[in-house]
């Protein structure tokens, strides 16, 4: 089974998310500017390490809460890039290994991408890691045991996906 991540590996949605953090933020003066550059960077970490360090907790999970629902309104409305030839790489692929997605963000966010790329066909399965509160490493051997697979190959595009996802 080949498994991928999905922000910069299958998809790019650094312009849907920086447009959602324009869109949550732009009115605060407590957030300060956010790059879209920060945001890319951002891409593959849990939100909170990432982002509005200077905010307390609990006020910067509430807005990054928010910027998520956002970012999901944007992508629904097909705000993702694909990858110049993901498409025909998945479709062929499909035909020689059983395709999972795991991602850090929740189940909605993987369904998403099935939806508006047209590939949902062509994977048996997909996680949301941030659905179950385990970690990428789990969730790769739980889609494997879910799917009766003795061994897989995790694609990503970070030295924590390297690694595994953890």
Do not use: C
């Not at 048996?124 to 051997?141: L, P, Q």
């Amino acid at each position: 089974m080949i498994i991928f991540d999905l922000d910069g590996t299958l998809w790019n949605t650094v312009s849907a998310t920086y447009e959602a953090m324009l869109n949550v933020t732009s009115n605060r003066s407590d957030v300060g500017k956010i790059s879209r550059e920060t945001i890319r960077t951002g891409m593959g970490l849990t939100l909170s390490e990432h982002y509005m360090p200077s905010l307390e907790k609990k006020m910067r999970e509430e807005i990054l809460i928010k910027i998520n629902e956002e970012t999901i309104r944007l992508l629904k409305l097909g705000k993702a890039k694909f990858y110049i030839g993901i498409k025909r790489t998945i479709k062929k692929l499909s035909k020689r290994y059983s395709l999972g997605i795991v991602t850090n963000n929740n189940d909605e966010y993987a369904k998403i991408f099935l939806d508006t790329s047209n590939l949902k066909e062509y994977f048996k399965d997909y996680i949301g890691v941030a659905s179950y509160n385990i970690t990428k490493g789990e969730a790769i051997k739980l889609m494997l045991k879910r799917n009766n697979q003795e061994k897989g190959y995790y694609v990503g595009d970070t030295k924590k996906d390297f690694r595994g996802g953890n």
